[in-house]
């Protein structure tokens, strides 16, 4: 797996996290430790481009959740974020998905990452989204 991390500037900073290769039990250490880093950092908008990223595994599930958490919204307490999720009415303010690959969508909904991640079908719209 190879990332690659650029910044860039619309309404405000956005951090984009390309990532090429699977995330699985051999690789989401060092897909979640990037995301940590970029977060370390100062990123407060993350978008990880998912459109080169044939397989993601619960692994990688488990470190999308954990950057997820590490970006939580400040203002929101964890049981108003809970309530949102579960009435569809909240997504992150902080972390969007641009262009999963078909197989890596599936993973996402039938985890049920989409009730509370946008996922976008390409990069811009999910820069354009913030």
């Known amino acids: ?8 500037e619309g309404q405000k900073p956005i951090t984009v996290m390309h990532v090429h290769g699977n995330v699985d039990s051999t690789s989401y250490e060092a897909f979640q430790a990037r995301a940590l880093e970029s977060i370390e950092n100062g990123a407060r908008n993350l978008v990880i481009d ?13 470190a999308l959740n954990q950057i997820y958490n590490t970006l ?15 009435k569809g009415t909240y997504k992150s303010p902080h972390l969007k998905l641009a262009a999963p690959t078909k197989r890596v969508m599936e993973m996402l909904k039938m985890s049920g990452f989409d009730m509370f991640l946008e996922i976008h079908p390409d990069l811009q719209s999910a820069l354009d989204s913030f």
Do not use: H, K
């Open 72 to 86: 939580r919204d400040e203002n929101a307490t964890r049981s108003e974020v809970s309530a949102g999720v579960t």
């Open 50 to 62: 998912l459109s080169e990223v044939p397989f993601m595994s619960s692994a990688g599930l488990r």
């Open 1 to 8: 797996m190879e990332i690659t991390i650029s910044q860039t």
